[in-house]
T-cell receptor, first 114, second 115 residues
């Protein structure tokens, strides 16, 4: 029972490099989202999607892109990494949305930008 | 826009003592309220949630929370702390814009249990 799978778990980048954090869920959830977690700031929503082909911005979208071509996958792209993007990133999914069901979280991806 | 304030970034209690983690929210309309728990090196998992109806909500692992509209609070309690309760706890609020739902999390409270 995989749930929400995030890869990689750890990544070190240099400033200006690009990369993609992968997120896949096998629960047929319509709603998927990306959060970043920083000390003393809790979790902040980056982008979310209510279904395949539909994405929207959260609280801190700058510097990140997303797409949702399938129900299962919701990758997060960093186009030109900056030290301010050093964080732990969590992908979360829900059957219809956080109001109507709980969010299921992945184990996180720890990113360091030098 | 809604917001959440968690009073106390660190709380320590003795094993067997009462656990009280505070959460106050700000919202223009009655919100949905949640508590999530994060164990070390893991993602978050839902403890309990309030949507409508009974204001005292029971969750997993013996935790409960009471929605008090007059105080705009949703404090989390557990009568007797256990060592396994050591974790970080997040209060979250969501608006009622179905189909455009966003959870806003508090900054978290790290709970330490003293043997």
């Amino acid at each position: 029972n995989a749930g929400v799978t995030q890869t990689p778990k750890f990544q070190v980048l240099k400033t200006g490099q690009s990369m993609t954090l992968q997120c896949a869920q096998d629960m047929n959830h319509e709603y998927m989202s990306w959060y970043r977690q920083d000390p003393g700031m809790g979790l902040r929503l980056i982008h979310y999607s209510v279904g395949a082909g539909i994405t929207d911005q959260g609280e801190v979208p700058n510097g990140y892109n997303v797409s949702r071509s399938t129900t299962e996958d919701f990758p997060l792209r960093l186009l030109s990494a900056a030290p301010s993007q050093t964080s732990v990133y969590f992908c979360a999914s829900s059957p219809r949305g956080p109001n109507t069901g709980e969010l299921f979280f992945g184990e996180g991806s720890r990113l360091t930008v030098l | 826009a809604q917001s959440v304030t968690q009073l106390g970034s660190h709380v320590s209690v003795s094993e067997g003592a009462l656990v009280l983690l505070r959460c106050n929210y700000s919202s223009s309309v009655p919100p949905y309220l949640f508590w999530y728990v994060q164990y070390p090196n893991q993602g978050l998992q839902l403890l309990l949630k309030y949507t409508t109806g009974a204001t005292l909500v029971k969750g997993i692992n013996g935790f409960e929370a009471e929605f008090k509209k007059s105080e705009t609070s949703f404090h989390l309690t557990k009568p007797s702390a256990h060592m396994s309760d050591a974790a970080e706890y997040f209060c979250a609020v969501s608006d009622l814009d179905f189909g455009n739902e966003k959870l806003t999390f508090g900054t978290g409270t790290r709970l330490t249990i003293i043997p």
